[in-house]
């Protein structure tokens, strides 16, 4: 595949006699081969970052003709994504919750399941009528900015408090916020919790949760790409649901709550340990393809009783 996508850079289609829309269809073929999930919107949007235009002006440009340059950046994108290589990490950004957020060797590639966390936290919000006020959020491991800048933008007088061990991480969530006009969030260095002095009306958390074992088991695009801290949960997948589990008690206000996101199957050994904790876990989010994806858990009062 990488020797088809270097013939590309010196066949007519590709130099200053090709077509852009010529190279497309010829990058959506060779990812098609390779075996890349979505081909066609690769090259689109690959094609579209060498030529800098967005779809619409792609479309309405398929005649235009390649410069040298632009069909040798082509084919530099190209053998990258047949590297496996995401297609956001090649970008540079990628887009969650309607914001785009740049993304470096620091952070995760924010991925659409965890859209579903952001979903629980809003709906749990808004049962209780309280998405105009001015609720206290903290985003432990916030990585790119994600989730705290995901429910920033929706909830206008909330303030939110983000944490990440690594500063690589911190400093481009802060950039992220910076970039969107978001002046509500503060960013601490700090492993999860141990910076932070409650009480948060909301605690979220997308933590690493892969066992360690099973790191290596993962798609190439996620093993070889995503940085291993943000990947590994330890043995089990669980040290970190276990950290946030010990801390949350003392961190979360009385009618507040904590919202993670789940690995597939952890939804009962993450309920346990919050139970254990003596928060109250709420049946779990499922996203799209029927994974339970987020768990919400409540303090529980003195009386057994669950605490809103």
Known sequence: ??????????????????TVDHARRALAAQFRVAGLDTPELDARLLVGHAVDLDHAALVAAGTRKLGREEADMINALARR????????????RKEFWGLTLAIDG??????????TVVEAVLAAIDAAGAR??????ADLGTGSGA????????????????TDIDVGALLRARANARGLGQTRAAFVA??????????FDVIVSNPPYV??????????????FDPRRALDGGADGLDFYRAIATAAPALVAPDGFVAVELGAGQADAVAALFSAAGLAPEPPRTDLNGIARALIARKVAPDGRRQQ
Do not use: F, H, K, W
């Open 132 to 137: 105009q006020q001015a609720l206290r959020i």
């Open 211 to 224: 066992a360690s074992d099973d790191i290596a088991t993962l798609a190439s695009e996620v093993r070889d």
């Open 1 to 18: 595949m990488i020797a088809s996508a270097v013939a590309l850079s010196v066949e007519p289609g590709a130099e200053a006699g090709g």
């Open 81 to 92: 994504r047949l590297a496996r290589e995401p297609v956001a990490r090649i970008l540079g």
């Open 190 to 199: 700090c492993d999860m919790a141990a910076a932070l002095a409650g009480p």
């Open 106 to 115: 620091a952070t995760l590639v924010p991925r659409p399941e965890t859209e």
């Open 147 to 162: 989730l705290i800048l995901a429910l920033l933008a929706e909830l206008p007088n909330a303030t939110g408090v983000a």
